[in-house]
């Protein structure tokens, strides 16, 4: 088992910047890659960005190429989403996840946390 925990949510303006924390514990984090997901009010989730988990590897939904950054620290046992140039449509919960292989689609992740609420306001 591996549990996650997000945090670092909130309210920001547009043009913003925040930073996601994704704290593991469990089974050893650095064997698992981890993604990044988003679900906005009314819509389903999607995917937001990916990392291998070396950290070598990283891709991103075009939706968010150029502003958002993914991090890993394996010695935290913690990954981040760096998250610039804040637009309204970034509003959703963001939730991390883990899954063996990089590159896995969202409904091959095998662990979840729970979400963090990010609002964009004008």
């Known amino acids: 088992q591996v549990q996650l925990v997000e945090s670092g949510g909130g309210l920001v303006q547009v043009g913003g910047s925040l930073r996601l924390t994704c704290a593991a514990s469990?089974?050893?984090?650095?064997?698992?890659?981890m993604g990044w997901f988003r679900q906005a009010p009314g819509k389903e989730r999607e995917f937001v960005g990916a990392?291998?988990?070396?950290?070598?590897?990283?891709n991103y939904a075009d939706s968010v190429k150029g502003r958002f950054t993914i991090s890993r620290d394996n010695a935290k046992n913690t990954v981040y989403l760096q998250m610039n140039s804040l637009k309204p449509e970034d509003t959703a919960v963001y939730y991390c996840?883990?899954?063996?292989?990089?590159?896995?689609?969202?409904?091959?992740?095998?662990?979840w946390g729970q979400g963090t609420q990010v609002i964009v306001s004008t």
């Open positions: 996840a883990a899954d063996r292989r990089y590159g896995s689609a969202m409904v091959d992740y095998d662990y």
């Open positions: 469990g089974r050893t984090f650095s064997n698992y890659a």
């Open positions: 990392i291998s988990r070396g950290g070598s590897m990283t």
